[in-house]
T-cell receptor, first 114, second 111 residues
Framework: GENVEQHPSTLSVQEGDSAVIKCTYS??????FPWYKQELGKRPQLIID?????GEKKDQRIAVTLNKTAKHFSLHITETQPEDSAVYFC?????????????FGKGTMLLVSP | DAGITQSPRYKITETGRQVTLMCHQT?????MFWYRQDLGHGLRLIYY???????DKGEVPDGYVVSRSKTENFPLTLESATRSQTSVYFC??????????FGPGTRLTVT
């Protein structure tokens, strides 16, 4: 099955700095790569996703890049703010029998200091 | 977010007891999922369902049972709870099998 590795496990930055979280996946059939943000005690929420026919996608201060050849994708957050502090999860989804399940990385705790 | 709910939100039970966690969604999403979240392991899929009466195992199904008689409900049962099943359980639903929307979670403690 699919295996998703996520690095780093923790990331501390100063407010205004950029943050980058990287993930690799094993199944070349994976074609959907979402990122979820989970604040303390809350549910995971989708913040951005990318599909295999796109190399990069941006939404205001966040962007995701995908390199299918190398089987890795990354989340980029610019101009970080304290409210960006949370655990971020990447995931990958191979298409299987018409629907798909997500395999998650183990998460990155992002701490943004004022 | 109010479209997917879980109950109870907190549960303490004893080893060996049967426990059922409920999940209800109002979006008529075809797909529903159960995950457990443990420190150091992220989110791991327990069971999922593509439609009513169609269920399949995920990564960590042992000790759990699911059913889906109605599209909107997807209960998860621990037949004989063990301490290793102490965790936070999230239900999720999806319209197309891609964008998954998570419920608020159930924190289960097995003593």
């Amino acid at each position: 099955g699919e295996n998703v590795e996520q690095h780093p496990s923790t990331l501390s930055v100063q407010e205004g700095d950029s943050a980058v979280i990287k993930c690799t996946y094993s199944d070349s059939a994976s074609n959907y790569f979402p990122w979820y943000k989970q604040e303390l005690g809350k549910r995971p929420q989708l913040i951005i996703d990318i599909r295999s026919n796109v190399g990069e996608k941006k939404d205001q201060r966040i962007a995701v890049t995908l390199n299918k050849t190398a089987k890795h994708f990354s989340l980029h957050i610019t101009e970080t703010q304290p409210e960006d502090s949370a655990v971020y999860f990447c995931a990958a989804s191979p298409l299987n029998s018409g629907y798909s399940t997500l395999t998650f990385g183990k998460g990155t705790m992002l701490l943004v200091s004022p | 977010d109010a479209g997917i709910t879980q109950s109870p939100r907190y549960k303490i039970t004893e080893t060996g007891r049967q426990v059922t966690l409920m999940c209800h969604q109002t979006w008529s999403h075809s797909y529903m999922f159960w995950y457990r979240q443990d420190l150091g392991h992220g989110l791991r899929l327990i069971y999922y369902s593509a439609a009513a009466d169609i269920t399949d195992k995920g990564e960590v199904p042992d000790g759990y049972v699911v059913s889906r008689s109605k599209t909107e409900n997807f209960p998860l049962t621990l037949e004989s709870a063990t301490r290793s099943q102490t965790s936070v359980y999230f239900c999720a639903s999806s319209k197309q099998g891609y964008e998954q929307y998570f419920g608020p979670g159930t924190r289960l403690t097995v003593t």
